[in-house]
């Protein structure tokens, strides 16, 4: 979805937001804070970071029945 509506995709964007807990279900890190970590740690340029940060939110949203 994100390559149809964002024109790209980041497939570790999407593998660190979905990883197993071993004491919690995953989407425990479905935050602001996680998608601003994902992106600073990934991003090599400001544009770049944006982009991830909309292609985590849109997973976000998805996982969340919004989109």
Same mark, same amino acid.
């Not at 570790?12 to 989407?27: F, G, M, Q, T, W």
């Not at 479905?30 to 944006?50: G, L």
């Given at each position: 979805?994100?390559?149809?509506?964002l024109?790209?995709s980041n497939?570790?964007?999407?593998k660190?937001?979905?990883?197993?807990?071993p *004491? @919690? %279900?995953h989407?425990y890190?479905?935050?602001? +804070?996680?998608?601003n970590?994902?992106?600073?740690i990934?991003?090599v340029?400001?544009?770049e970071?944006q982009e991830? *940060? @909309? %292609?985590?939110?849109l997973h976000l949203?998805m +996982?969340?029945?919004?989109?």
């Amino acid at each position: 979805m994100s390559k149809e509506l964002l024109g790209r995709s980041n497939p570790l964007v999407h593998k660190l937001l979905d990883l197993p807990s071993p *004491i @919690r %279900e995953h989407r425990y890190r479905h935050t602001p +804070d996680t998608i601003n970590k994902i992106a600073d740690i990934i991003a090599v340029s400001e544009s770049e970071r944006q982009e991830l *940060i @909309r %292609e985590a939110w849109l997973h976000l949203f998805m +996982d969340w029945g919004i989109i």
